[in-house]
């Protein structure tokens, strides 16, 4: 299927088919596409946990405000964005420099330059966090709809309680849930958007 067709299909579900699993290369395929968004630097400032197991789901499922999508979608991902990022720049841009596709001066441009932004801003740190995790969550989406698969993204759940629940660390940032696995009857069609109109200028 191509981008816009992706993009025309994609419906946020709420009925997933309990009998139908997604085997490990499947969720790895995911993650891999996800990995593929963009991020400010290349931070790659991201984390995905894969919760799939039926005991990690009921943990997942407490702190979700007790969604039966988490319980019954063969995984939900928790989406993290990770803070402090320009701490791991340098290593996160040596296979692109090693690779030949970018000069070792740029990237030292690079990291000289979020060196002098990010560190005491957190702010901007959370900012790039939240906007990464959303990238990679929205590649992810279209990743899985290309693969047959529906999914869902959430903003329900108690990020507290997410990261005791799966004891992130002071870096992490839950940024949201994404629930992945084949569509069951009932769910709705793609809802109706705004027109253009309401939305759209040019400048």
């Not at 791991?88 to 990291?111: E, F, N, R």
């Not at 869902?152 to 629930?179: H, I, N, Q, W």
């Amino acid at each position: 299927m191509n981008v816009k067709h992706l993009i025309e299909s994609r419906i946020s579900a709420n009925r997933f088919d309990t009998g139908r699993a997604l085997s490990d290369a499947d969720i790895s395929e995911l993650v891999r596409m996800a990995t593929l968004a963009p991020s400010a630097y290349n931070f790659q400032n991201w984390k995905f946990i894969a919760v799939r197991t039926p005991q990690a789901k009921e943990r997942l499922k407490a702190v979700a405000f007790a969604q039966q999508k988490v319980a019954d979608a063969p995984v939900t991902f928790i989406i993290v964005g990770t803070l402090a990022a320009h701490e791991g720049l340098s290593q996160a841009l040596k296979p692109s420099v090693d690779a030949g596709i970018m000069p070792q001066k740029v990237a030292d441009v690079w990291v000289g330059m979020a060196q002098d932004t990010h560190p005491g801003n957190p702010q901007l740190q959370r900012d790039e966090a939240l906007r990464s995790g959303s990238l990679a969550a929205m590649t992810m989406m279209l990743a899985a709809e290309g693969m047959g698969l529906a999914s869902s993204a959430m903003s329900g759940f108690d990020a507290a309680g997410v990261k005791r629940e799966f004891k992130l660390g002071e870096a992490d940032v839950p940024v949201m849930l994404l629930s992945i696995g084949y569509a069951a009857a009932g769910n709705w069609p793609q809802k109706v958007r705004k027109p253009l109109r309401e939305v759209m200028e040019f400048a």
